[in-house]
């Protein structure tokens, strides 16, 4: 039953992931050799199979080993730069302007004591991130490549996307490597319905990439069972969200689903990993920096010699 529904999958995926695997599997240059500063792009989409059977499978409490790593992280959101109640918070009184009209207060320095806070440190003034020249940013939706296989999956009644991402980082051995934090799907309390994280990081001879999956499908109830002593790790700080005190339902969680899986993953290669209740996407590509842009030239007149204002 599950090499059917595989194969169906496959199937349907199929024109997605020959328009996504730019180099032929024959003819493939080492990773390293495509980047000195080891610079990628990397895209992930997580769904679950809505149609499993998972009573089937056995994933027994007291076996079950998740965590979160030491070295974590989490992508960065321009949602996050511009939520309303930083503008709402700093924004200036009817009194601050008179005040600053009557001290003769040039415009830009009254525009200064509101917005959002600056988004690089000592910078005076907000602004967006640099996407092409700043790791671990979420990435818009024009550098997507997932969108078309996205979409025939929520299309699809047996599976559904929970988590999808695309992001440029800099790869390194696995000493040094940061997971990125996975808190995707449906909400329950603080808790989510996908936690975990994924770590990319170098072989030793940085020939290959090295993808470790720590993943967990949580399952939740409103009954509070005394059998099965199902444990969440403890999340860490980072990753604590606010709760809604208003909300009168606690939630218990009833079973969890481990997914840890190791992938060889080459350049620009579509992969599919596998599981009883979840599928993993994942496409790495090389990424170059692009360098600065010159600041305009200053035209001078001939005639003159004066630069021309």
Request: charged share 20%; proline share 7%.
């Amino acid at each position: 039953m599950r090499k059917s529904r595989f194969s169906s999958l496959t199937q349907r995926l199929g024109s997605q992931a020959a328009a996504l695997c730019l180099c032929s599997s024959l003819v493939l240059p080492t990773i390293a050799s495509a980047q000195s500063d080891n610079w990628f792009q990397i895209e992930v989409t997580l769904f679950t199979f809505e149609d499993a059977n998972l009573a089937l499978e056995n994933w027994p409490a007291e076996k079950l080993s998740i965590g979160f790593p030491e070295r974590l992280r989490e992508l960065k959101q321009v949602a996050e730069l511009l939520q309303l109640s930083q503008w709402s918070q700093q924004a200036p009184t009817i009194d601050a302007i008179e005040v600053n009209s009557e001290l003769d207060t040039p415009e830009n320095e009254l525009a200064l004591e509101f917005g959002p806070s600056p988004y690089a440190p000592n910078d005076t003034i907000f602004t967006l991130p640099d996407f092409e020249r700043e790791a671990m940013w979420m990435l818009p939706s024009d550098a997507h490549d997932f969108t078309g296989t996205n979409r025939a999956l929520n299309q699809s009644a047996d599976q559904r996307v929970v988590y999808h991402a695309a992001w440029r980082q800099i790869l390194t051995r696995r000493a040094s490597a940061n997971a990125i934090a996975i808190m995707a799907g449906r909400r329950f309390d603080e808790r989510r319905e996908l936690e975990g994280s994924l770590n990319f990081y170098l072989t030793g001879n940085a020939d290959r990439v090295i993808l470790e999956s720590n993943l967990w499908l949580n399952s939740f109830t409103t009954q509070a069972s005394s059998e099965a002593q199902w444990r969440l790790p403890v999340l860490p700080e980072m990753l604590v969200q606010d709760q809604d005190e208003t909300a009168s339902t606690q939630f218990h969680v009833n079973r969890i689903i481990p997914f840890r899986q190791n992938r060889d993953i080459r350049s620009d290669e579509f992969h599919y990993l596998d599981h009883p209740a979840l599928g993993m996407l994942v496409q790495i590509s090389p990424y170059t920096v692009p360098p600065l842009p010159l600041p305009p030239l200053e035209l001078q007149d001939p005639n003159s010699g004066l630069t021309a204002p």
